[in-house]
């Protein structure tokens, strides 16, 4: 064999030896890349879930297990009726407790017997003949069409005077309010309802709109009164959930006398299933729970963080 047939041979295998080299280069760089994508797509689609209070101000009892359930660590948004007779109170305990979120949970509806609210503002078109909000929005089929809003002689005007009203009591009292939230689903009483309240968002701007961030709510599926079973049902539902962001709407209350003395016919267990939504925001097992998903709690104003 001629010297420049083994140079040839000996270049032939370096260059083989060199594309073996580059391919397997590029086949580690691939491999390594998609993996930090991975890691990535993994690292930035997180669970998220917003406990929300709702009812705060209707009593000093939900005032004080709201607040108990935000000190629990789990509970970062409280949604405030701003007509409810236990509202001086509320601000007051909210001032205190400037890292909870707060709502205006808007309202034109007062649906518990032997415990009832008025507007703000001179609408007669809004109220009973007692001065007080009408029970339901809809007709319900315990207390017939007569009993509710829907049925009655309301005006967009006089909502909206409402509205403002409720909104600029919030704002003007309490520190942290951040979102509007809405009472009994008086948000979808008519189209010109639902425009109403998205322009005062904006104008007040308290505009964090739920369905922007995707975010889907959860549900037991049934009336539950014990904290524990609350805990277990909540944990089965976690355990599945995908990558997004989640709200579940509680009310949070105890269970006193007072609590007791009000319900609607059809809701007889008010006490009940209210003092197991804060036993429930308050179980150091679903915290646990909670942390060994990599779930994360989160407000209102976290969605757009």
Request: charged share 25%; glycine share 6%; proline share 4%.
């Amino acid at each position: 064999m001629s010297i420049f047939n083994v140079i040839f041979s000996k270049t032939e295998q370096l260059n083989k030896i060199i594309i073996k080299l580059l391919f397997l280069t590029v086949v580690n760089t691939l491999y390594f890349s998609s993996s930090l994508s991975a890691q990535s797509l993994q690292e930035t689609e997180k669970i998220r879930i917003i406990f929300r209070g709702d009812d705060m101000g209707i009593s000093h009892s939900s005032n004080v297990a709201i607040i108990k359930a935000y000190k629990s660590g789990l509970q970062k948004s409280a949604e405030v009726i701003v007509t409810g007779p236990w509202f001086p109170d509320a601000v007051r305990l909210l001032n205190e407790h400037p890292g909870l979120d707060v709502g205006v949970h808007l309202t034109l509806t007062s649906e518990w017997e032997n415990l009832k609210w008025r507007p703000l503002s001179k609408s007669p078109g809004l109220t009973d003949s007692l001065g007080y909000f009408h029970p339901f929005i809809w007709p319900h089929e315990h207390y017939g069409e007569s009993r509710s809003l829907l049925s009655n002689n309301w005006s967009l005007e006089e909502v909206e005077q409402e509205f403002r009203m409720q909104i600029e009591l919030a704002i003007s009292t309490i520190k942290n309010v951040t979102h509007l939230s809405y009472h009994m689903g008086v948000h979808h009483m008519a189209p010109e309802v639902t425009e109403l309240v998205k322009q005062l968002a904006v104008e007040y701007d308290l505009d964090i709109d739920l369905e922007k961030f995707g975010v889907e709510r959860l549900s037991f599926g049934e009336t539950l009164t014990d904290g524990e079973e609350k805990v277990n049902r909540l944990i089965e539902i976690l355990e599945y959930l995908e990558p997004g962001n989640y709200i579940l709407i509680t009310h949070p209350d105890l269970d006193t006398p007072a609590t007791r003395a009000i319900h609607h016919i059809g809701y007889e267990t008010v006490a009940k299933d209210r003092q197991s939504d804060t036993d429930m925001l308050t179980s150091n097992r679903l915290k646990e729970a909670i942390d060994n998903l990599g779930i994360r709690v989160i407000s209102y104003a976290d969605l757009a963080k």
